[in-house]
């Protein structure tokens, strides 16, 4: 069945409340969570919402924590997301970010302590709508084997960039440093489809498609070989400059219920206006170039097409989501 999307928000809204997440920080959550639906990511969309309650519930998130936002420098900051999640903190330090930018061109921001569980895409579209070019990087707990080693250090760490186009929808990529997101992995074993050759490897190392070797005890590999294991060691460093713990610290596995990762996030605000003009055209011409060359869609064009059917026609629910948000609902009323 299909659902609206506003109504959608406020079902997830109300379950995420129920679960402990302050009322104020539950839209912005809920938001998150559909937006990601409504734009097709769905490794990342309502599938997750089980994961949020399940370390809601167990005590291993703080719905209601308050993040502290520190200046570390004149366009530094460092937040304390005081185990809480990762988009709350960024909402918080957003104005002083914001404001840094625009006074000396660029802004960068760590957070450590914070849980994100989604898409990285939706933290930084908006900056780019308002002109900014933006890269935002999140580590998690250890789920690769990488540069030949045998054991799980690093994350599957994604990473997302947004440039801003003139009159047009930003460019927006997002994408994990393995070759397949831990979301994708679960959505392949739920329907018990096979994964491709080279995702990943079982618990003693050995090559496998099936899902669930992946899931139980294996590891993901990361995309490119050497060189995506390179970028998820960036994106370890970067999103931990913060003091976040690093994947390897992650301590989950002592909480039962505990899915999120207590982890770190970097983020890097630019105002390419502050070069001089003409970017905006210059991108244009880039793009014109890539079209010329073949180019059919533009990363995150595909999201935007979804989004826009989404928001006309409402956002497919499968049965069982629906019974899930809807038995959530009636604990929510009944609490
Ligand atoms: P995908 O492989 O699905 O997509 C990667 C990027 O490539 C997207 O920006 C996509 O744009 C673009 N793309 C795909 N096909 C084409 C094409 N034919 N032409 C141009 N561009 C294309 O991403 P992943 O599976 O690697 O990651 C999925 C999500 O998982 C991401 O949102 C990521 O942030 C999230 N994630 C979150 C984690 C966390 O801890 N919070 C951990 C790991 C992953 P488009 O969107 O338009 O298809």
New binding site residues.
């Given amino acids: 069945m299909k659902i609206a999307v506003a109504k959608l928000q406020s079902l997830v809204g109300q379950v995420l409340v129920h679960h402990g997440v302050a009322p104020a920080r539950a839209p912005l959550l809920a938001t998150t969570v559909v937006a990601a639906e409504r734009d097709g ?1 769905r ?2 969309g309502l599938q997750r919402l089980a994961g949020y309650v399940s370390s809601l519930s167990s005590g291993w998130v703080d719905g209601a924590a308050e993040p502290i936002v520190h200046e570390a420098g004149p366009s530094l900051l460092k937040v304390d997301a005081r185990n809480g999640f990762a988009q709350v903190a960024l909402a918080e330090a957003m104005p002083r970010l914001r404001a840094m930018a625009a006074g000396h061109g660029s802004a960068v921001l760590t957070t450590a302590n914070g849980h ?6 939706p933290d930084i579209e908006p900056l780019a709508a308002e002109g900014y070019v933006a890269l935002t990087m ?1 580590n ?1 707990r250890a789920r690769m084997v990488v540069w030949q080693g045998t054991r799980k250090v690093l994350g ?1 760490n ?1 990473m ?1 960039f947004a440039c801003p186009r003139k009159a047009q929808p930003p460019v927006v ?4 440093s393995s070759v ?5 992995v679960l959505l392949a074993s739920a329907a018990k489809r096979p994964l491709s050759e080279g995702v990943g490897v079982d618990a003693t190392g050995k090559a496998t498609t099936d899902p669930d070797a992946v899931l139980k005890d294996g590891a993901l590999l990361p995309f490119g070989g050497i060189k995506g294991g390179s970028l998820a060691f960036m994106i370890e460093v970067l999103a931990t400059l913060g003091g976040a713990r690093f994947g390897f610290e992650d301590d989950s596995g002592k909480i039962p219920g505990a899915v999120t ?1 207590n982890a770190g996030q970097f983020l890097l605000l630019i105002d390419p206006r502050r070069f001089g003009g003409g970017f905006l055209d210059r991108i244009e011409a880039l793009i014109e170039q890539l079209r010329d060359a073949g180019t059919g ?7 935007y097409e979804r989004r826009r059917i989404a928001e006309r026609d409402g956002i497919e629910v499968s049965p069982d989501m629906h019974e899930y948000l809807t038995r959530k609902g009636r604990d929510a009323s009944a609490a």
């Fill in positions: 990511s490794s990342h994100h569980f989604a898409a990285l895409w999140v998690t599957t994604p997302a990529w997002d994408q994990a397949m997101s831990q979301g994708d990762s869609r533009l990363p995150g064009d595909l999201r």
